[in-house]
């Protein structure tokens, strides 16, 4: 096999498969980009088995048919110290050979035909779901998914399709995030997808995308791109009994003034108490060894009497971080149960901070 390239599109090729390359064994197959050819098409992928992309393109010249697997993470380094040029790989001897003008690398190859298959959408249903709302949406809950949580369920994002819409969930046990997007479905269903896989998910997709899953994976896929991820396997929490029944109190507050004031306090303190009264919140930062910071913004609350609840900033600004008009409601009932902040279809429910 021989292809030739522009440096530039091989090295965006390389830096998209990155992120789905096997990283601590080297030895692995999954440690390695293949190429292949098909129709005139380059289609180049990478998987760690778990989550996996192919992208298809016709901006690679074909010499000669065929195939081949690299190492990910070497070709990248290789074509990065290449000059801004035309590049050719070609297949020698079982040896991947990369040449420009005077330099040449070698990298050795697996056999392609031992590549991990990916899985096919052939007969699998699909999700009619409108597309741009749905990464937009995800989007807003991704802060808010947990990383290496002993519940492997809560290390990704449910995705729980109703009748009349779907809800986006995503909790670190301290707070819960949800988005709500409007939708007609036929059949109710509920996946939970890795937090791995929403934040490339966000990274490759800006476009209307094809979504099919079975009891095993999600597969997106657009002209050039073929994504898919495992799922969890896992029942997520009952997201529902944590959101507050009823609610005593509903303030407005002003976005830019609230980010101004928590982040002049996160200069000493993540932990914050706020204090409410009818026209003034005052921010207190909880921290020890006499160091303080305090400061205040006038607001019309609302409120008869004082009011203090004490939370973590990074909650607050996550939140504030994904909306766009410039108030948002803040929710409460007593200062030790949880308070919700809330933009149209978007709610975060925060754990406040106990003494």
């Known amino acids: 096999m021989k292809i030739r390239a522009q440096k530039q599109m091989i090295e965006s090729i390389l830096i998209n498969l990155q992120p789905f390359l096997e990283k601590k064994d080297a030895s692995q197959i999954t440690s390695h980009i293949l190429f292949t050819t098909h129709d005139g098409k380059c289609i180049v992928k990478a998987t760690d088995s778990e989550i996996g992309l192919k992208i298809t393109t016709d901006h690679i010249t074909i010499e000669n048919e065929g195939s081949f697997t690299a190492h990910g993470k070497k070709l990248l380094d290789i074509i990065r110290i290449l000059k801004d040029d035309e590049i050719t790989l070609e297949l020698l001897d079982n040896t991947l050979v990369i040449k420009q003008k005077n330099s040449k690398f070698k990298l050795p190859t697996f056999d392609p035909s031992a590549y991990p298959a990916f899985p096919s959408i052939d007969n699998k249903p699909q999700i009619s779901l409108d597309s741009l709302s749905l990464i937009q949406n995800i989007k807003k809950i991704s802060p808010a998914i947990d990383t290496n ?207």
């Open 149 to 355: 949580n002993p519940k492997f369920e809560l290390n990704g994002a449910l995705i729980n399709i109703k009748n009349n819409a779907t809800d986006l969930v995503g909790t670190d046990t301290r707070r819960l995030a949800i988005a709500t997007i409007e939708s007609s479905n036929d059949e109710p269903l509920s996946l939970i997808v890795p937090k791995k896989a929403i934040l490339e998910i966000q990274k490759l997709f800006l476009d209307q995308i094809n979504i099919y899953y079975d009891e095993t994976n999600l597969i997106i896929t657009n002209d050039n791109y073929f994504f898919y991820t495992r799922l969890i396997n896992g029942k997520f929490p009952d997201y529902q009994r944590i959101i507050p029944s009823s609610i005593k109190h509903t303030v407005v507050l002003p976005k830019k003034e609230m980010i101004d004031a928590i982040k002049m306090i996160t200069t000493i303190s993540q932990e914050i108490k706020m204090t409410l009264l009818s026209d003034t919140i005052i921010f207190n930062s909880l921290s020890v060894d006499n160091v303080e910071a305090k400061t205040e913004i006038e607001v019309e609350t609302g409120l008869n009497d004082k009011f203090e609840i004490s939370f973590n900033s990074r909650y607050i600004l996550d939140f504030i971080s994904q909306i766009d008009k410039n108030e948002f409601l803040m929710q409460f009932n007593e200062p030790n149960l949880p308070f919700v902040v809330k933009n149209d279809n978007f709610i975060t429910i925060i754990m406040p901070i106990v003494a």
